[in-house]
Structure formats: structure tokens, C-alpha cells
């Protein structure tokens, strides 16, 4: 019954390597996004599942993101070859009705710094 | 897309007085307008919401106004509290055919002095 798990909550990667982070929705949550804080800015917005489905991901940065929820519930965000510019909190959350008519519960997030 | 901007960035009121915080969107079919609480360290959390099809909404100490005309909302925060030092996050989102993200304004940082 707990909220929306996100691990690791803090990594520390070098610049080039693959990185994972996991989101572990609200269960019967269909709707889960990322989204990408950097210091003193708000969320801004990554990618949308609804469902298994990646229903929105216009804001990918590049190619070196993506994105996976293949059962519907948990999912992985993936970056590849790792810039020093991709440190930040990685939010993710999740939502019961996904229409941007309900309300989004977030986690503590994955803070990710390369070095 | 749809742009939120936020003012101010920072703002300090002494215990007990109001706090106003205000935001303008850009896109007029934005029909969702939520406000977020952000303790240091920790994760958003919904405060208050309102709908386009509503002027004002109150929750005992905190409310919400929208006009859509001049596309703005603001969050009004009465008898402030040492407890509602944080940062605040205003956002918007559009109907299903825009997609289902909330674009969030860069925030404003309340401190509340005792």
C-alpha cells in the first residue's frame, strides 16, 4: 500500500557509462510519467505511459533516453552514454486516471550525478 | 506547447500574513491547473487544484483563483505558518489531444519568518 519506490534514490555513474533507474507505481495507478528536476527549476516533463503503451514522449531529450514499462506497472528509464549534463532528480509518478484530470503522486526520485 | 511562467521566484512574509503567488500559461485550451508543495528533500505533493470550468477554489487556508480570460491562476496562502516554508510549483495541462503532461512554472521559494 506504500507510495510510488523509485531506486536507486541516488547513483553516481561516470561520464559514458548506461544507467537504470526503476519507478514502482501506486498499484492500479495506469498512467506513470518521469519527469526531470534540475536544481532550483521545476519538473519538466520526460515521458507518459499509459498502460504498457508510451502515449507521450515528446520530451525525451535525445536518443540516449528511453523509457520501458512492459507489464503495465513498473518501469525503467534508461540512459546511455551519460553526459555531465544529464545529472539531476529523476522523478517518476503516477496517476490513477492519466487524463490530466487527476492527480499525480510522485516519488522521492533517483538523483543521478555524472561525474 | 504550452509555457507556464511563475512569480515571484522568492518571496518571504512574516508568520500570520498572506502569501500570493501567481502564474500565466500560454495555451488556451489548458484545462487543468494544480498547484505542488516541495519540502527540501522531498517529493511534490498536490496542495490544490481547479478545473477550467471554475473561477475559485478554497481549502481552509489555501486557494486557488483562475482567470481564463487573462490566462492566470494564483494561489493565496492566509495566516501563513512557519510549516509552509517550501517551494511551490504551479503547472497546466490541456485537453487528452495534447497529451497528458503537466508543464510545471520554475517554482517559487516561500520562506515564512517567525
Known amino acids: 500500500g506504500a507510495g510510488v519506490s523509485q531506486t536507486p534514490s541516488n547513483k553516481v555513474t561516470e561520464k559514458g557509462k548506461y544507467v537504470e533507474l526503476r519507478c514502482d507505481p501506486i498499484?492500479?495507478?495506469?498512467?506513470l510519467y518521469w519527469y526531470r528536476q534540475s536544481l532550483g527549476q521545476g519538473p519538466e516533463f520526460l515521458i507518459y505511459?499509459?498502460?504498457?503503451?508510451?502515449?507521450?514522449d515528446s520530451g525525451l531529450p535525445n536518443d540516449r533516453f528511453f523509457a520501458v514499462r512492459p507489464e503495465g506497472s513498473v518501469s525503467t528509464l534508461k540512459i546511455q552514454r551519460t553526459e555531465r549534463g544529464d545529472s539531476a532528480m529523476y522523478l517518476c509518478?503516477?496517476?490513477?486516471?492519466?487524463?490530466?484530470?487527476?492527480?499525480?503522486?510522485f516519488g522521492e526520485g533517483s538523483r543521478l550525478t555524472v561525474l | 506547447g504550452e509555457n507556464v511562467e511563475q512569480h515571484p521566484s522568492t518571496l518571504s512574509v512574516q508568520e500570520g500574513d498572506s502569501a500570493v503567488i501567481k502564474c500565466t500559461y500560454s495555451?488556451?485550451?489548458?484545462?487543468?491547473f494544480p498547484w505542488y508543495k516541495q519540502e527540501l528533500g522531498k517529493r511534490p505533493q498536490l496542495i490544490i487544484d481547479?478545473?477550467?470550468?471554475?473561477g475559485e477554489k478554497k481549502d481552509q487556508r489555501i486557494a486557488v483563483t483562475l482567470n481564463k480570460t487573462a490566462k492566470h491562476f494564483s494561489l493565496h496562502i492566509t495566516e501563513t505558518q512557519p510549516e509552509d516554508s517550501a517551494v511551490y510549483f504551479c503547472?497546466?495541462?490541456?485537453?487528452?489531444?495534447?497529451?497528458?503532461?503537466?508543464?510545471f512554472g520554475a517554482g517559487t521559494i516561500l520562506r515564512v519568518k517567525s
Open positions: 509518478a503516477s496517476s490513477l486516471q492519466g487524463l490530466g484530470t487527476g492527480e499525480l503522486f
Open positions: 503547472a497546466a495541462t490541456g485537453p487528452l489531444e495534447y497529451g497528458n503532461k503537466l508543464v
Open positions: 498499484s492500479g495507478h495506469t498512467a
Open positions: 505511459f499509459q498502460g504498457t503503451g508510451a502515449a507521450d
Open positions: 495555451d488556451s485550451a489548458s484545462n487543468y
Open positions: 481547479i478545473r477550467s470550468n471554475v
